[in-house]
């Protein structure tokens, strides 16, 4: 039949439309694009193409796991460099995938995610007690402080490492060269191969940070295996986990693959979204002012338990609004599995990659109506939320989707309530400068930029 043509602004011999995305803020250039396109569109990056789709109609056709599948194309080949077939890197046929996959759900299954709630709680009340000490004349950055915060997270409950950011100024070496190692990872997929040649220290200092991380990873291993213990963390799961379908265990480069991978996908999000949460906070009081209520009334002034995180419904709408308005993973890709029509209409080649635009399509007024811009938790209290997600399928897809949807979501789930009951519990928060406005820094992430607050205690630390 016939077919409608993808539109694509008009780009460079070569480059392609390489120049039209701002390399500090890619994202906010294909938020342009979707503004003038409408639900699809098509770039071209020297000699790759992908098409954008921006409506929850056709991103739910995407999430279809039998015409699509996910694509690790572009920033995600890149880290590769690093992980390999990692679990968040791996391509599906890739045996690798499915073994780390059988091998780790267990490890992310409820009880062994409570099992991690008393180290959380560490890491959490290690934080409440640096800005208590800090005091209220203080400036706290507020995306650091949440980064030390999930990284020493992650590297404690998974396997036993501490990082000790807190205690140090200065990032853990480790840090440092992930945090370059992604932006360096971003920026290669940006430039056309035949440029490589210009870029060569960029390149050194890139193979040398992979060099830091598969340093400090083994190193983790190699403790654990001469220092056996019986705690039941991730790096347990991946060191005596047997495969059920192959029988066999992870290889210990593999197992170093995914140490790194998990420190790379479980910090950054997490952290993000914290922080874009509290800017919402800040500038919404009135539901500032519930939440602070709700915690006030499930946790009075004692210690948070994990009893508690079953019964903050507020907050957890807090969070959802938040990740739906401020996606810290803000495109996911796929690809055709098959020559495909989309909307019944537009003809996508089989391998053709394809981006679903989340900061878009979380937005669509077809499903969150007139209101779709604005910061309103009610409308994901559980019950509201079951109604959008049946209504219209796959309107909230901050995780992911299917098999690839992401592994860490209760550990996010558990860690982000515990942090934001605790804070709550504890301060009363103020901006640091009232007229802040937000700004985004996007790295393979998004996060709020320079956004600073102050924490005032309410009674003793509790
Ligand atoms: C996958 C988002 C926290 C580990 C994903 C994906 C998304 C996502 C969108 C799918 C990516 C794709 O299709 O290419 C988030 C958000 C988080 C979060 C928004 C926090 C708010 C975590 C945490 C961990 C984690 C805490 C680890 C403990 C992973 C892994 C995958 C993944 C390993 C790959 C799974 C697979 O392909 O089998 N995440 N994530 N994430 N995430 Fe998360």
Not at 79 to 94: C, K, P, Q, S
Not at 262 to 288: K, V
Request: proline letters at 6%; glycine letters at 6%; hydrophobic letters at 40%.
């Amino acid at each position: 039949g016939m077919t409608t043509p993808i539109p694509s602004p008009p780009g460079l011999p070569i480059l392609g439309n390489a120049t039209d995305i701002d390399p500090n803020f890619p994202l906010g250039s294909m938020l342009d694009f979707a503004n003038k396109y409408g639900e699809i569109f098509q770039l071209n990056f020297a000699g790759r193409s992908v098409v954008f789709v921006t409506t929850q109609a056709l991103i739910h056709e995407l999430c279809d796991e039998k015409r699509f599948q996910k694509g690790v194309n572009a920033a995600l080949k890149e880290v590769r460099n690093g992980v390999h077939d990692g679990l968040f890197t791996a391509r599906i046929e890739e045996p690798n995938w499915g073994m780390a996959h059988r091998i780790l759900m267990p490890a992310f299954g409820p009880m062994s995610i409570q099992g991690m709630f008393p180290e959380m709680h560490e890491i959490a009340s290690q934080l409440a007690l640096k800005w208590a000490r800090h005091g209220s004349s203080t400036a706290i950055m507020v995306t650091d402080d949440f980064t030390r915060l999930t990284l020493d997270t992650l590297a404690l409950c998974a396997m036993d490492f501490r990082f000790n950011s807190y205690y140090h100024d200065e990032m853990h070496p480790f840090i440092t060269a992930m945090g370059d190692f992604l932006t360096e990872s971003g920026a290669r997929s940006r430039r056309p191969g035949f440029t490589a040649m210009f870029y060569r220290s960029a390149n050194q200092k890139y193979w040398e940070d992979i060099g830091i991380l598969r340093k400090t990873a083994e190193d983790v291993l190699k403790a654990r295996k001469e220092h056996p213990t019986d705690r039941k963390d991730l790096l347990s799961a991946m060191l005596n986990g047997v495969d059920t379908k192959t029988g066999k265990k992870l290889s210990d480069s593999s197992i170093i693959d995914n140490l790194i991978t998990f420190l790379i996908a479980g910090h950054e999000t997490t952290s993000g979204l914290l922080s874009f949460a509290f800017y919402q906070l800040l500038a919404h009081p009135e539901a500032y002012r519930k939440a602070q209520q709700e915690v006030d009334e499930v946790c009075g002034t004692g210690a948070i338990t994990i009893e508690h995180m079953k019964k903050l419904p507020y907050i957890s709408a807090i969070l959802r609004e938040t990740l739906r308005l401020c996606p810290t993973i803000p495109i996911v890709g796929v690809e055709a599995k098959n020559d495909e029509v989309l909307g019944g209409k537009y003809h996508i080649p089989k391998g053709q990659p394809l981006a679903l635009l989340l900061a878009k399509s979380h937005v669509d007024p077809t499903v969150y109506g007139e209101t779709a811009n604005e910061f309103i938790p009610e409308r994901m209290l559980d019950e509201n939320f079951d109604r959008l997600n049946k209504e219209f399928p796959d309107c909230w897809k901050p995780f992911g989707n299917g098999m690839r949807a992401c592994i860490g979501r209760p550990f996010a789930w558990q860690e982000a309530l515990l942090v934001m009951a605790m804070l709550l519990q504890n301060f009363n928060f103020l901006h640091d400068d009232p007229s802040y406005t937000l700004q985004y820094k996007q790295t393979l992430t998004t996060k709020p930029k320079d956004f600073y607050m102050r924490a005032v205690l309410r009674n003793g630390l509790t």
